[in-house]
């Protein structure tokens, strides 16, 4: 029973077009079309694009985007941390704020990012991402003892 339901959504999902597909970024504003409605939480779409990023050649890791979100982390592990989602219209913004490794040429990591997280979301999720900004907010030398 539970094999047939997952296939029968699988199947309603992929007969969806995109255009058809109404999306909604934030609960209070829920809408439907005629077979149904897709929620995308910005935190599936913050967890995609952290780790795309950690993935990508140079990046030591994450950095928070403020004091509060450097707490929060230390208080709970926070999937959204150093990446923050914003949809409007057009598209995703999406904010990553990271850490590089020393020596390596920040603009290359920094487009190699860009290009990897467009389209991982994009693939994944189906959406446009219309910009990445992409902050460095430090640098980390490591010792090759």
């Known amino acids: 029973m539970v094999s047939q339901t ?3 959504f699988t199947i309603l999902y992929t007969k969806l077009q995109a255009s058809q597909v109404i999306r909604k970024m934030a609960e209070s ?4 079309n005629e ?3 897709i929620l995308i939480q910005k935190d599936a779409i ?3 694009a952290r780790q795309s990023t950690l993935q990508s050649y140079g990046v030591v890791g994450l950095a928070p985007k403020n004091l509060f979100e450097n707490i929060r982390q230390l208080i709970k ?3 959204k941390y150093g990446v923050d989602v914003e949809y409007d219209h057009d598209g995703l913004i999406i904010d990553l704020y990271i850490i590089v490794e020393y020596g390596t040429r920040i603009k290359s990591i920094t487009n190699s990012i860009v290009n990897s997280v467009k389209y991982n979301v994009e693939k994944t999720v189906g959406l446009p991402v219309r910009r990445i900004n992409v902050h460095v907010r430090g640098l980390r030398i490591s010792y090759m003892d």
């Open 6 to 8: 997952a296939n029968y």
């Open 35 to 37: 077979l149904g409605s």
């Open 29 to 32: 504003d829920y809408k439907h």
């Open 77 to 79: 592990k926070d999937l």
């Open 46 to 48: 913050a967890s995609i």
